[in-house]
């Protein structure tokens, strides 16, 4: 691994469903952050975690939950899917004390 | 809250012309991040400004911030093909212990032959 992987790359989900976007990380960083990316909209922040064990809310928290078992994984939960949850997630890395936030490749979600 | 505004949000340029974009912020803070964007792709840390009077160059591109303005600028010097991308600023709203930044709408830039 190298840098941040997302899985999956996209997926087409029926709204009511659960759906788990996982991240990964091998930079060592104590943050993680998942950010939504709608058109017009830049990108508005979910979730974020500083360290393991500890999670914070965003800008845009309803709908989704996040855990921090560990400092590599930050996986990203919807637990019953909305149409208006359909966006590109991306997951970012970095150090709450400043810095630039590094990205991953990003999760194509439509919820129909 | 803060808010980050950017403008233009559509610019089309012609190769070898300079131009600016701004991003316009709501509340105090001196660090603010440029990302670049290809369309389908991932963001990519361009510059990082940490301080009032910071200015960062890289090739065409030169970003600066004026903290008591609440204005960061992204200059783009005799442009080229290569630099067509989505820019956005991100301000951080510095709350302490986290690192909530706040992005722009982003300024999808379109350079023509």
């Known amino acids: 691994i190298a840098g941040i992987t997302q899985a999956p790359t996209s997926q087409i989900l029926a709204a009511g469903r659960r759906m788990t976007l996982r991240c990964t990380q091998d930079m060592r960083h104590n943050a993680m952050y998942w950010y939504r990316q709608d058109l017009g909209l830049g990108l508005r922040l979910i979730h974020y975690?500083?360290?393991?064990?500890?999670?914070g809310k965003g800008e845009v928290p309803d709908g989704y939950s996040v855990s921090r078992a560990n400092t590599d994984d930050f996986p990203l939960t919807l637990a019953s899917a909305v149409p208006s949850q359909t966006s590109v997630y991306f997951c970012a890395s970095g150090f709450p004390a400043g810095g630039p936030q590094f990205f991953g490749p990003g999760t194509r979600l439509t919820v129909l | 809250e803060l808010k980050v505004e950017q403008n233009p949000l559509f610019l089309s340029m012609q190769e070898g012309k300079n131009y600016t974009i701004y991003c316009n912020y709501s509340t105090t803070s001196d660090r603010l991040y440029w990302y670049r964007q290809d369309p389908g792709k991932s963001l990519e840390s361009l510059f990082v400004l940490l301080s009032n009077g910071a200015v960062k160059q890289e090739g065409r591109l030169m970003a600066s911030l004026d903290t008591k303005a609440r204005l960061s600028t992204l200059h783009i010097t005799a442009a080229v093909h290569d630099l067509s991308a989505t820019y956005f600023c991100?301000?951080?709203?510095?709350?302490?212990?986290?690192?909530?930044?706040?992005f722009g709408q982003g300024t999808r830039l379109t350079i023509n032959p």
């Open positions: 991100a301000v951080d709203p510095l709350i302490q212990g986290a690192q909530k930044l706040v």
């Open positions: 975690s500083n360290t393991a064990g500890t999670t």
